[in-house]
């Protein structure tokens, strides 16, 4: 018997995957876990801004490295579950494909991980990152690898035995890299990570990724006024 295949909505996807998120066994995510917040280097007190804060992992980070985070989210569901672990952190449901509900420089820094696949406007993402940050401010973007997702990759999950489809917007690394320097950022700095041993003896079944790029990170500032 066939498998049932279904494509919701992405956020009705991730309303539904919340539960078991942190359960699924995912060699993107644990490839972001082992890198991308050693690229944010997060300090005591500041304020930085979880741009798809997810089931919140980052966030009870940020918290043990002494910073003030706020999470952000389009999904209801993800949300609860951040909620219940972090319980006195700000949480805000937003898309980011539209202009934040946030103060103008208000952060140290933004974080933005494992989120642009499901983002149809860059431009928009990034450029709200920079309104939001303070002059000298950092961004930290982690992504599926553009050449994954070219290949047919995509998030997807099982549940009750449907598998659940929730694609992945065809951007390129010139992509992001224009549209982060279109949005005034510089310094620049853009990293690939691929599937090895590591990732294969904690993933089951990411041995099929050995040497391919999975995950892109992106480091770049907001620069001080007049630089």
């Not at 980052?58 to 910073?67: E, F, K, T």
């Amino acid at each position: 018997m066939a498998k049932r295949v279904f494509r919701p909505g992405v956020r009705e996807g991730y309303d539904r995957w919340a539960a078991s998120y942190d359960d699924s066994p995912n060699p993107l995510v644990a490839l972001d876990r082992r890198y991308t917040l050693g690229l944010l280097a997060p300090r005591p007190g500041e304020r930085i801004l979880d741009a798809g804060c997810g089931t919140g992992v980052h966030i009870q980070q940020l918290r043990s490295a002494g910073s003030r985070p706020l999470g952000l989210d389009f999904s209801r569901g993800m949300l609860r579950l951040a909620q219940g672990t972090n319980r006195d952190v700000p949480l805000v449901q937003a898309d980011l494909n539209a202009d934040l509900p946030l103060k103008r420089g208000a952060f140290d820094a933004v974080l933005c991980a494992l989120v642009s696949e499901h983002i149809t406007q860059l431009q928009t993402l990034f450029s709200q990152a920079f309104v939001v940050l303070k002059q000298g401010g950092r961004l930290v973007v982690s992504a599926f690898h553009p050449q994954a997702a070219a290949s047919g990759i995509e998030a997807n999950f099982e549940q009750d035995g449907t598998e659940y489809r929730l694609g992945a917007e065809q951007h390129t690394i010139a992509d992001y890299l224009e549209r982060v320097r279109d949005a005034g950022f510089t310094q620049l700095r853009w990293r690939e990570y691929r599937g090895d041993a590591e990732l294969e003896a904690a993933v089951p079944g990411a041995g099929k990724y050995g040497g391919s790029p999975l995950l892109l990170t992106i480091q770049a500032l907001r620069p001080h006024r007049g630089c």
